[in-house]
């Protein structure tokens, strides 16, 4: 496979991350293209990985940039997975944030076994408000 390349706040089309959650297998609203591209304009870090001019990866977060950050998404098309993208995704988050921000996630039941191998500590003192829809 070719490089990937990694792009900081890079402008991305609704329809394209679309794509990308579909084709990785995370649950997101993806009959909603406004929804979508709501939560990216409102997001104040996003990380995408593309290969060849197309979008395979992407990572939405959102921080103070001084004590914690929300990692909101990070998907990367079935594909491409095992080939380092999401570590390559949670590592450029990380350098922007800093050793002094936290990042914390809400992991799906299917992922679970996947943040421990690229360094995440699974934590027991968290709570949840869930949306409604």
């Known amino acids: 496979m070719s490089a990937i ?12 991350v679309v794509l990308v959650f579909e084709a990785s297998g995370i649950r997101r609203p993806t009959q909603d293209l ?17 290969h060849e001019n197309r979008l395979v990866g992407v990572c939405r977060a959102l921080t103070d940039f001084s004590y914690c950050c929300y990692l909101s998404d990070l998907a990367v098309d079935k594909t491409f997975q095992h080939h380092g993208i999401g570590r390559g995704l949670i590592d450029r988050v990380r350098a922007v944030i800093g050793d002094e921000v936290a990042l914390i996630l809400l992991s799906a039941p299917e992922a679970m076994e996947y943040y421990p191998r690229v360094g995440f500590e699974k934590i027991e003192n968290g709570y949840i408000i869930k949306r409604i829809r």
């Open 34 to 50: 406004a929804r979508i591209e709501r939560m990216f304009s409102n997001a104040n870090l996003v990380i995408s990985a593309w």
């Open 5 to 16: 390349e990694y792009r900081h706040n890079y402008p991305l089309d609704a329809s394209a």
